[in-house]
Each structure stands twice: as structure tokens, then as C-alpha cells.
């Protein structure tokens, strides 16, 4: 799911899981997203497209882990 990587990098949200080259490209950065339930429910196909909707989910909640983050490391 690209949303996801472009979420996770843009926003420099951890990811634990490192990418082997066995596993699906994709799994860290939505394993990151999902630790942080910020990937909508309405999403249960990771192979399919996404709504403008659930795109805006995403982001919103992403930006707030990473304001999170700051304020907790500030």
C-alpha cells in the first residue's frame, strides 16, 4: 500500500519491522500504521485503492502521531 510508505516516511513515523526481502514491500509501513490505528476500518484489502476519505483518515491521524511524538521527545 503506498499510502502507507508515503505516510510512514513523510512523516518519519517508526517502523519496527525490517524490510526483508522475503516479505511483502509494503507490511512495515502498514504493521506502523495499524500499531497506531491509523489505518481506517474500511480498509481490509491492502491491494485495493483507497478513498479520498480514507486518504484523509490516514493523514489526519498520521500528523497527529507525529505531533505526538515531538511533544513527547521535546
Known amino acids: ?12 513515523i517508526n517502523k519496527d519491522a525490517p524490510l526483508a526481502a522475503s516479505t511483502i514491500w509494503y507490511k512495515p509501513y502498514v504493521a506502523s500504521l495499524l500499531e497506531h490505528e491509523a489505518v481506517p ?18 493523514i489526519a491521524k498520521a500528523i497527529e502521531i507525529r505531533l505526538d511524538n515531538y511533544m513527547r521527545d521535546n
Open 41 to 58: 476500518s474500511s480498509i481490509n484489502n491492502y491491494a485495493k485503492e483507497i478513498t479520498r476519505g480514507e486518504m484523509a483518515a490516514m
Open 1 to 12: 500500500m503506498e499510502t502507507a510508505k508515503i505516510l510512514v516516511e513523510a512523516l518519519h
